[in-house]
């Protein structure tokens, strides 16, 4: 890829971007099945669609856009309705599963007939590229050995910044405000379809990305970094091309957090956030990358454990009929798929999840898919309780399934060889020169001599640009043009959570202050730190530490690139879109 776009291009793809292109497809999904249950004898014989791919035929290079069709949902629904009350509660529960052996994930399905898996951190092998293949493939196995013939879903945190659960050999990625910064919805599509492709290669079918919360600032504790930018508008263009990029990897992307978490202060990891803002003010910020990737046929939304003070006081979104059903499907006209953020976070057990009621309540209020429970043996009683009494209808549970089913049949193409893994550097490296932002100093020449002197950051860091700064001929020393490094920023997700370890995989606490010498400050998390930077001094923001980042910005450092990214953020006095080389 070349290092620059032509202006003409750059403004065509943007304003292509605004626009809320792609008409939504229509997947409403009947119910109509007894109440009783029927032996379980598996999909039908007149389905097409194997455990990995889908109907439309194993020889696709890129997958359809959008929702699945009406048909592809009927063949779905009339594939689950087969299932005992039992295996569709399973089928409807994407677990946790401990470890990291190759048949832990197949257990979890198996056990309690999960529809899928989560992979965490901690269940990454020390060898990617030959140990998860081993276990998502065992998954697969699994799903075919319980009688059905559609795909597993592999699902996966995999943002780019602090919350990327699997790291090299897999190409690293900034935080999702590099996307913001970069603006440009082909570019982001490209990055994304790479990533994707990756991540397909590894056997995963579903990610939990892109992050479409709309960020208010330094005090965002939870989103930040993750967040494409303060500005709406931003935030869609940023979101349109991830979702577009990932799907044409034939992943499921599924963006991030409805009804927005990035204007509430408190970490659902920890406990349940209030919304208190009106939903017409919401309207007009938060839910904009929302609407707008309805419109363009987003297939999945992830909800928050958000409480949204004007629809419904009493309990957190994920559990709230008015919101998930009243707001997000009738009024945005969401028809895809609803998958709950993590069940087993602060905000739903410590108070909803008595016996696995929380996931009872999930889907009582139309989400389709409850991720990580604290516990999937309970919550799959619970909701076979649920249609026992009445409280919850087999018909519920054969149209949420079918939606999985239906959805992740949709998106399936072949997956490359492992050997595409690790083979999107030099994107990344176009990726972080273009996003990286300039705030004061010169484009138009070196930002450092012959030689610098590196401070802050951490030892890793240090080491990745010394690295990349000798490649460029550049000294690093105790002499020479002073290069702080700022790590961190205010990143402070989730540092316990139930299962499964913390939402933020990296170092990012709050207490990164900027250094009061002069020359050139690089903030590797969040800019805002810049805003503070001594007279005379320039700031860089990079959104993200990886080595693609590190290579970008010796570049910029060295003269041989300008930073070609724009502020998706206020920082002081700079507004949204400043730059000194815009």
Not at 254 to 283: E, N, R, W
Request: with cysteine; hydrophobic share 40%.
């Amino acid at each position: 890829m070349t290092t620059t776009m032509s202006a003409t291009t750059t403004l065509r793809v943007r304003l292509t971007a605004l626009a809320a292109t792609g008409a939504l497809a229509l997947a409403g999904c009947s119910g109509g099945s007894p109440d009783g249950d029927k032996p379980s004898t598996g999909a039908s014989s007149s389905s097409k669609s194997g455990s990995g791919s889908s109907s439309q035929g194993q020889n696709r290079t890129s997958a359809d856009a959008g929702l699945p069709t009406e048909a592809e949902l009927a063949q779905a629904k009339k594939d689950v309705e087969k299932l005992t009350t039992k295996q569709l509660a399973g089928q409807v529960i994407v677990g946790y599963y401990p470890g990291s052996q190759s048949e832990a994930a197949a257990a979890a399905i198996r056990k309690d007939g999960l529809g899928g898996v989560i992979i965490m951190g901690d269940n990454v092998p020390q060898d990617v590229t030959a140990g998860l293949p081993a276990i998502t493939s065992a998954a697969q196995q699994a799903m075919k050995d319980t009688g059905r013939s559609w795909p597993a879903v592999i699902g996966i945190d995999q943002e780019g910044g602090p919350v990327a659960r699997i790291k090299a050999p897999v190409t690293q990625l900034p935080g999702g405000m590099a996307y913001g910064a970069a603006d440009d919805a082909e570019l982001a599509a490209k990055i994304s379809k790479g990533q994707g492709q990756e991540l397909r290669a590894l056997g995963v079918t579903m990610v939990f990305a892109p992050d479409a919360d709309v960020t208010v600032g330094p005090q965002d504790p939870t989103i930040a970094v993750r967040s494409p930018g303060s500005d709406p508008q931003r935030v869609s263009r940023a979101v349109n091309g991830q979702v577009k990029g990932f799907q044409e990897a034939g992943l499921v992307p599924v963006i991030k957090h409805f009804p927005g978490h990035g204007s509430v202060t408190t970490d659902t990891h920890v406990d349940y956030a209030v919304q208190s803002q009106p939903v017409s003010a919401l309207t007009k910020r938060d839910w904009v990358p929302f609407a707008n990737a309805v419109k363009a046929g987003a297939p999945a939304v992830m909800t928050a454990h958000i409480v949204l003070k004007d629809v419904d006081p009493n309990v957190p979104s994920t559990l709230s009929h008015k919101v998930l059903t009243g707001e997000l499907r009738d009024k945005l006209g969401f028809k895809g798929l609803v998958v709950t953020d993590g069940m087993n976070m602060g905000a739903i057990v410590k108070k909803f999840d008595k016996g696995g009621a929380a996931a009872v309540s999930a889907l009582k209020a139309g989400a389709d898919v409850v991720l990580m429970p604290a516990n999937a043996t309970a919550s799959v009683a619970a909701i076979e309780k649920a249609v026992a009494s009445g409280e919850l209808t087999r018909e519920r549970l054969v149209e949420s399934a079918a939606r999985i089913v239906a959805t992740t049949r949709h998106q399936q193409v072949k997956a490359p060889a492992t050997n595409v893994v690790g083979a999107h550097g030099e994107d990344a490296e176009h990726f972080a020169r273009e996003s990286i932002t300039q705030l004061g100093g010169s484009c138009d020449r070196p930002l450092v001599g012959k030689s610098v002197r590196l401070d802050g950051g951490s030892t890793s860091d240090r080491a990745e640009l010394t690295k990349a700064l000798s490649a460029r001929g550049i000294t690093v020393g105790s002499s020479g043009t002073r290069v702080s490094l700022i790590a961190g920023g205010s990143y402070n997700a989730g540092k316990a959570s139930a299962d499964g370890g913390s939402e933020a995989d990296s170092a990012g606490g709050s207490g990164a202050g900027s250094s009061t010498k002069a020359g050139v400050q690089v903030a590797l998390d969040t800019p805002y730190v810049l805003a503070s930077r001594p007279a005379g001094a320039v700031g860089l923001a990079t959104y993200g530490d990886t080595p693609s980042t590190f290579a970008a910005l010796a570049d910029i450092l060295a003269g041989k690139a300008k930073a070609g990214g724009t502020l998706p953020v206020a920082v002081g006095d700079n507004e949204v879109g400043d730059s000194a080389c815009s």
